[in-house]
């Protein structure tokens, strides 16, 4: 049996009619809706209508009058008047929150909108440390309200070009709010513009563009339309109810936006936007875990077959496109100057490639990816010397600081053949020892004369500065007197054999 207790909350003769109401929806709710998308936080609404500012849906009466219930959100309410907005919780006593006034510069008779969401943050609180977000779309003024237990306070504000029509949460981070002008836009909760569309469709004109009511009227006596039950959310879906037509608006999942850029040729858009979702700074997306470090366990698939489809696709266009180059020039045994500039344009577009996949790899730190899949595509190409003169800049700016032994050898043997010694020395004093092939990298010094990078490895890696200057003490003395020249100048101009001597021999 139900019991009913009346009190009077707002007086209709002093505040006028209630115009919407709208519950703070159970979180448990709409877990049934954060299922359907993977584990990750849905709009928790116990309606649509109850999202929408309209009625009080039939679930969330249910939970809203339940006074079993002990969380501490139970029977929160917002009551909506033409002056007033009354935020309230009914359970199992009385009290009032907040009592917010119409913000000014609001037209008089205007239809208020609102909406609440649950923040999901780490699910491990307690129900008392919960935290909701409010939401007020009235003509242009857009209110965001942050309830903590039973304290309510702004939390952002902003303004729109033309008047609300309806608001409703993707999730705990993003509203969407459609406009009489027939603009769609999606905000963070802080006011930020994400993405705004048109929704209107052809034939439509603004008067019958969305459905309405003019059960309410103004102070004036006058009709109003009020747009309540006309958009409402389902997932990552806006759905918007027309006078004849229904309009469907989605939020790409994060996979499929990469997927438009990819398809689209833009490679450098695919690849910022995957970079942006591993930093787990993205916006507007709703299908992702809260925490970087599972956004990157979850992507990390999906990045691997960006970098491999950007490298395939592109090395196949450089392959057909110089072949017809090489074609038109035509086919001759001797090296000329077009097959020459030819020849530079093809390392030069292999460069550009790596450089991506150098940088996106050592951003996402992947340097399997780079070193296995990577190398071997650029060794099927002939291109293996461009992919190993690619990594020294990275290795200069301590963001390779380690390079599987195959790898370090062949750079070694590239750069000595190169006649670049003192650059591959430099290499070798900006890794980072513990993750070399220490024996490896001394047989390399031996056998190139690397004695400024041989100082390096003994002194960091063993703490021996004996050994080495052993060794270069009889290497000097069994070379000839112009070698012996050459290796004393080199260790002169070397930054490393200066602080070995400063710190041992002084």
């Not at 008779?109 to 919960?130: F, L, Q, V």
């Not at 033309?162 to 993707?170: D, Y």
């Not at 990469?258 to 591993?278: E, I, K, T, Y």
């Not at 960091?460 to 004996?466: E, M, N």
Request: aromatic share 10%.
């Amino acid at each position: 049996m139900y019991t009913v207790k009346s009190q009077c909350l707002l007086d209709g003769q002093k505040n006028g009619t209630v115009l919407s109401a709208s519950p703070l929806p159970d979180e448990n709710f709409g877990s049934s809706l954060a299922s359907s998308k993977g584990g990750n936080s849905a709009v928790p609404s116990s309606s649509i209508s109850s999202m929408m500012g309209g009625v009080v849906g039939v679930d969330s009466t249910w939970k809203l009058f339940n006074e079993d219930s002990t969380s501490v959100e139970e029977g929160v309410v917002i009551f909506v008047t033409y002056q007033t907005g009354l935020v309230v919780k009914l359970i199992p006593n009385l009290e009032v929150y907040a009592q917010l006034p119409r913000p000014e510069g609001v037209r008089e008779g205007s239809m208020p909108y609102t909406a609440w969401t649950c923040s999901t943050g780490n699910s491990s609180k307690e129900a008392e440390d919960r935290v909701s977000f409010l939401v007020i779309a009235w003509d242009r003024r857009v209110q965001v309200a942050k309830l903590v237990k039973s304290d309510l306070k702004e939390y952002a504000k902003w303004s729109l070009d033309s008047p609300a029509i309806g608001v409703v949460w993707l999730d705990d981070q993003l509203l969407v709010i459609p406009t009489v002008s027939g603009h769609l836009y999606l905000f963070t909760r802080d006011g930020v513009v994400i993405h705004q569309t048109n929704f209107s469709v052809a034939g439509s004109s603004g008067n019958d563009l969305i459905s309405y009511h003019t059960y309410f009227t103004n102070v004036f006596g006058n009709p109003e339309k009020a747009y309540q039950n006309s958009v409402g959310v389902r997932g990552a879906s806006v759905y918007i109810l027309g006078t004849a037509h229904l309009i469907i608006s989605r939020l790409l999942p994060w996979k499929e936006r990469v997927d438009v850029l990819r398809r689209g040729g833009d490679w450098m858009g695919a690849f910022n936007m995957a970079m942006s979702l591993f930093n787990g700074q993205a916006h507007g997306v709703v299908d992702l875990p809260k925490t970087v470090d599972a956004i990157r366990e979850a992507i990390a698939p999906s990045l691997a077959e960006l970098l491999f489809s950007y490298v395939d696709e592109v090395f196949s266009y450089i392959s057909i496109a110089f072949s017809n180059q090489i074609e038109k020039n035509g086919v001759t045994h001797e090296q000329s100057s077009g097959t020459n500039n030819v020849n530079l344009e093809i390392e030069e577009q292999y460069n550009r490639v790596g450089g991506v996949a150098v940088e996106f790899c050592v951003h996402i730190n992947r340097m399997d990816l780079l070193f296995d899949e990577i190398f071997s595509r650029f060794v099927a190409v002939q291109q293996r010397d461009t992919f190993l003169e690619l990594l020294e800049p990275y290795i200069l700016r301590d963001m390779l600081g380690s390079l599987p032994p195959e790898i370090m050898q062949a750079l070694v043997e590239h750069y000595s053949r190169k006649g670049w010694l003192q650059r591959i020395e430099q290499c070798v004093l900006h890794m980072d020892i513990s993750s070399l092939d220490f024996n490896q990298v001394v047989r390399i010094c031996r056998e190139h004369g690397l004695y400024g990078a041989l100082l390096y490895l003994f002194n960091k890696g063993l703490d021996d500065f004996r050994s080495p200057l052993e060794e270069l003490l009889i290497v000097l003395r069994n070379s000839e007197q112009q070698r012996a020249t050459a290796i004393g100048h080199g260790l002169e101009e070397n930054l490393e054999f200066k602080r070995f001597i400063y710190f041992h021999l002084t």
